[in-house]
């Protein structure tokens, strides 16, 4: 057990490109979330998943974000036409349905929109 | 909205001493709270938790206190190690029977342990 893995660590790209971040859990957890993070503020929730059914989204999330979990594994989260404010970070977590210690976050990824 | 809040950005104690980290919430909905540790460059990493039906809870050097009619939960650290130097958010949930879903997470308090 590595832990939750997310790719790439740090990603830089021009305003208006799309961009898509992968998050592997850790392969017992059938949860799975993605949060966000910008300076100086706790995570944001975005978004989960219990397998492969994506079960909330927050008003947070756009419509240029999506976010995909199609074997109920790994996740993927693009967000298209990105935007300075898009800027943040991004994690991820997973746990199992009954989780009464909370979640494993992986370390992140940092977007930079220029 | 601003539900789950620790009003304190930075906290510095001296190495040894006792390390207090406050966390208000609004939502009487919670009914599970959670502690967050965050070191540069790393995700969060879960410390401890207490459910809505326990006024505290103690593992270790750390224990957390639940006061339900102030709305109020804070995070002791005794006693306090350089190695506790970090961010750390306090986060609220509803419904965790159901199992860890949705937290809503304070802004944070960088606590500097000194020698």
């Known amino acids: 057990d590595t832990g939750v893995s997310q790719n790439p660590r740090h990603k830089i790209t021009k305003r208006g490109q799309n961009v898509t971040f992968r998050c592997d859990p850790i392969?017992?957890?059938?949860?799975l979330y993605w949060y966000r993070q910008t300076l100086g503020q706790g995570p944001e929730f975005l978004t989960y998943?219990?397998?492969?059914?994506?079960?909330?989204k927050s008003r947070l999330l756009s419509d240029r974000f999506s976010a995909e979990r199609p074997k109920g594994s790994f996740s993927t989260l693009e967000i298209q036409r990105t935007e300075q404010g898009d800027s943040a970070m991004y994690l991820c977590a997973s746990s199992f349905s009954v989780a009464a210690y909370g979640y494993t976050f992986g370390s992140g990824t940092r977007l930079t929109v220029v | 909205d601003q539900q789950v809040k620790q009003n304190s950005p930075s906290l510095s104690v001296q190495e040894g001493r006792i390390s207090i980290l406050n966390c208000d919430y609004t939502?009487?909905?919670?009914?599970?709270f959670l502690w967050y540790k965050k070191y540069p460059a790393e995700g969060p990493t879960f410390l401890i938790s207490?459910?809505?039906?326990?006024d505290k809870n103690e593992d270790g050097r750390f224990t957390v206190f639940l006061n339900k009619s102030a709305k109020h939960l804070s995070l002791h650290i005794v006693p306090s190690q350089p190695g506790d130097s970090a961010v750390y958010f306090c986060a609220a949930s509803r419904g965790i029977l159901g199992g860890a879903q949705k937290l809503v997470f304070g802004q944070g308090t960088r606590l500097t342990i000194n020698p």
């Open positions: 998943f219990q397998n492969e059914a994506q079960l909330e």
């Open positions: 939502n009487s909905m919670f009914d599970y």
């Open positions: 207490i459910s809505s039906i326990k």
């Open positions: 392969s017992e957890h059938n949860r």
